[in-house]
Each structure stands twice: as structure tokens, then as C-alpha cells.
């Protein structure tokens, strides 16, 4: 791990921290909620020693990059200029993009908005989640599970910070990322818990030095930014009006766990298998389905990632 590189680079008026290794074409790693740069820690070091130039940023609002303090900065075109940045400032025309979770959002709207910028795309969990353009997508959310659905939950500036600060960060970050029950999360009012089954003990990829390295980080920013996030989707709904229904023409490559939360939620699994993801994505390659594997699948199962990940960008 010491061989990778830290730097803060400026891009769209903030300043964002980057983890880098290696020489060759760029692979840009895009992390998900509650995560970091780090949650690539694996990839990068593989990608890396195959001869790519591996790059993973704190997205805003997380670790080492500056934390815009209004909720609208947050939105999809906020994010992806500073990719977009990003990009230019690494020198490069085009990367190979890799993403999870709320990175693989981030990735959709890359891929929508600036698909010149994007040689090909490896999605790990979320897949495209079409624009429903009757109704809006934290309504949609509510619709189908109720206000206590996670995404409802964490509507409400200060609501859900307040609730995690009563258990601590550290409670909060062993609770989301040991969670491996494939039902939609739901989170009753009261004591925090995204996960009621928390085992006794960390799972085998997630080590106490792990752990101890996102508290560090979310112990200094809060989860303000990342939540910031979720309080975005109505407004991305808005924003990208123009776009419903428009095809996503990159090649892609997209990988989930049997157990993930957000594969087995929101009639996804129909959509993915049925025809609709590659009706909107015409050039979705290949579905994985990873056996026994959960929602964190680049940190659970990182070595079939690696492989992955190396045999669909090795084509390009």
C-alpha cells in the first residue's frame, strides 16, 4: 500500500484527493456509500502490476476532498464535472471506467452525459436506473417500501447524521458494510440500524485496519456529504429530463453479488435479465452474477473483480 501515491488535484473549484499507481492506460476507479479511494485498495495494486495507471478519487464530500457545504452541490452535474476535470487533468482523452454503488450512479451519468470520455465501463452492483419519467424517483422509492425505506430515511438534512452520531461512526461504517441480507434496507425511526444482523466479528475481507482507516476519515467529514448524495436523486430526476429514455452506447461489463441488496430491490433483477438493461445499454457485453457474494463485492470477492476487470478492458 505504500507504493501508491496520494496528490490533491483542483477540479470544478474544488480540491479532490486522488490515489494513484502504476504506468499505462488509465482505469478510474469510482467508490460508493460509505467508502473511499481505499475500498479499490485491492484493484489498484492489480491493475497496476498489469500495466495500467490506476487512479481512485475521494469523490466530493468524502475523505481528503473538499465538502461543498450546500445539499445541490451534490447533484449529477456537480459530480461529474469534476470527473470530467479529473480526466483532463491526468492527461488522458479516454479512461477505462470501473465503479460501485453510488460510483456506478456517478458512472451512469458519465457514460449519459460525456460518453467520449469512457473507452468502456466495468459496473459493479447498481445498473442503469432507467428514468421513470410519471414519477420521481425518491416517490418511486416510497411507493414500492414505505418511509422507512433507507433512501427515504436519508431525505432530511440532519435527521439521519443526528442518528448515527447517537451510535458512533464506527457502529455506523461495521453496520453498512457486514450487511449482507439481500432485502431492500430498511431503517426503522430510532436507534440506527442498517443492518440488525451485524455479526460478532469482522468478515474475513474487511480487517480492523481496515475498519480503523474509513472511521479515521469519516470521523473527521461526518457523513453529510455522502448523504448529500441520496438527497440529490429527486433532483437528478429533474436534471436529466432531457435524457429519458436515450441509450447509453459504451461498452459495458456489469458484475453483482447473489446477496446484493441493490440486485435483489426495485424489480432490478427483472430489468436486468429481462431484457430492459440491455434494451437501454445495447452494448452491455455480459451480466455477472457473483455466487455467496454480497453488496461490497470488490472488497469481498477482489481477486474474481481483478480478473474481471482485466479481462473485459484487455480487449479495448
Not at 113 to 140: E, H, M, Q, W
Request: charged share 20%.
Amino acid at each position: 500500500m505504500e507504493q501508491i501515491k496520494h496528490r490533491t488535484v483542483e477540479v470544478n473549484g474544488i480540491k479532490m484527493h486522488v490515489a494513484e499507481k502504476g504506468e499505462g492506460p488509465v482505469v478510474l476507479f469510482l467508490h460508493g456509500f460509505p467508502e473511499l479511494w481505499y475500498s479499490w485498495r485491492h484493484q489498484i495494486l492489480s491493475l497496476s502490476s498489469l500495466g495500467y495507471r490506476a487512479v481512485a478519487p475521494d469523490l466530493r464530500g468524502y475523505g481528503d476532498t473538499e465538502a461543498p457545504p450546500s445539499i445541490s452541490s451534490y447533484n449529477c452535474f456537480h459530480i461529474v464535472g469534476d470527473l470530467v476535470a479529473l480526466i483532463d487533468s491526468l492527461g488522458v482523452q479516454q479512461v477505462f471506467l470501473v465503479a460501485h454503488d453510488w460510483g456506478a450512479i456517478i458512472g451512469w451519468y458519465l457514460c449519459m452525459f460525456r460518453p467520449d470520455k469512457v473507452k468502456a465501463y466495468v459496473c459493479l452492483s447498481v445498473p442503469l436506473l432507467r428514468r421513470d419519467p410519471n414519477i420521481r424517483t425518491v416517490d418511486g422509492m416510497r411507493a414500492l417500501y414505505g418511509d422507512d425505506y433507507y433512501v427515504c430515511r436519508f431525505q432530511k438534512p440532519g435527521e439521519m447524521e443526528a442518528q448515527m452520531a447517537e451510535v458512533g461512526t464506527e457502529y455506523v461504517l461495521e453496520n453498512i458494510l457486514t450487511t449482507r441480507n439481500p432485502g431492500p434496507p430498511i431503517l426503522p425511526k430510532g436507534r440506527f440500524q442498517f443492518n440488525p444482523e451485524m455479526p460478532n466479528t469482522l468478515p474475513s475481507w474487511l480487517t480492523e485496519e481496515d475498519l480503523a482507516y474509513y472511521v479515521s476519515k469519516f470521523e473527521k467529514t461526518g457523513f453529510t456529504g455522502p448523504l448529500n448524495y441520496y438527497r440529490n436523486f429527486n433532483l437528478n430526476w429533474e436534471l436529466t429530463a432531457p435524457w429519458t429514455g436515450g441509450q447509453i452506447k459504451v461498452p459495458v461489463k456489469y458484475i453483482t453479488g447473489e446477496l446484493d441488496m441493490v440486485y435483489n430491490s426495485l424489480n432490478l433483477k427483472e430489468y436486468i435479465h429481462g431484457g430492459g438493461f440491455k434494451q437501454d445499454v445495447p452494448n452491455l457485453e455480459q451480466v455477472i452474477v457473483q455466487k455467496g457474494v454480497a453488496h461490497f463485492n470488490n472488497q469481498e470477492a477482489a481477486e474474481e473483480i481483478d480478473n474481471y476487470i482485466y479481462d473485459f478492458i484487455n480487449k479495448f
